[in-house]
């Protein structure tokens, strides 16, 4: 009996932890992923949290394991997606921080892609509920799609934009330096 209990011990131990984890704060993570006909692999997954309040699960999706933002950047397709996982988020906070986030992730320089922006903001005017789930994929071909709770709402097509969305979580001066270091899988 000791020697089955080392033995299953040894082994959990030895499980990389993507085998191992695939929850994160009461959130069900997939393993992969099927948009566009391209499957995607969790990368990696953490929480976006303020004042000790966990508000969203954020995971990375890729075709294959990445652990550099220039990575994801290059990459042809890459997903994020966010699991509300509070009440407090509400469509106008979502809007307010995903603004905060482009202003950081181009330095400032939002002109560019403002149009695109304004576009995007259109699909968190709806409520937002705890167990919503936003999925945005970013596709150097076809640009970024979104979907809430699984059907895509619509489709922005430019780099520039799928760049700085990316960098929203990605970036030099992400939403969470914690939350871009689990969705890197470190």
Do not use: C, H
């Amino acid at each position: 009996m000791k020697f089955v209990s080392r033995l299953a011990l040894t082994t959990a131990l030895l499980l990389p932890l993507s085998l191992q984890a695939k929850e994160v704060s009461g959130v069900q993570l997939e393993d992969s992923v099927t948009l566009n006909e391209q499957t995607l692999v969790l990368n990696g997954a953490g929480v976006r949290s303020k004042f000790f309040i966990d508000l969203y699960v954020g995971s990375l999706y890729v075709p294959n394991t990445i652990d550099t933002t220039a990575a994801v950047l290059s990459a042809e397709n890459a997903a994020v997606r966010l699991n509300i996982t509070s009440g407090m988020i509400t469509a106008e906070k979502m809007a307010d921080a995903i603004n905060e986030g482009f202003d950081d992730a181009t330095d400032g320089n939002t002109a560019p892609i403002q149009n695109q922006i304004d576009q995007f903001m259109g699909l968190f005017s709806d409520e937002i509920i705890e167990g919503d789930q936003f999925t945005l994929l970013a596709s150097k071909a076809l640009g970024v799609t979104a979907f809430k709770n699984g059907t895509a709402q619509a489709t922005i097509t430019s780099e520039p934009f799928r760049q700085a969305l990316l960098n929203i979580w990605l970036g030099d001066a992400p939403a969470q330096k914690s939350l871009k270091k689990a969705m890197l899988g470190k």
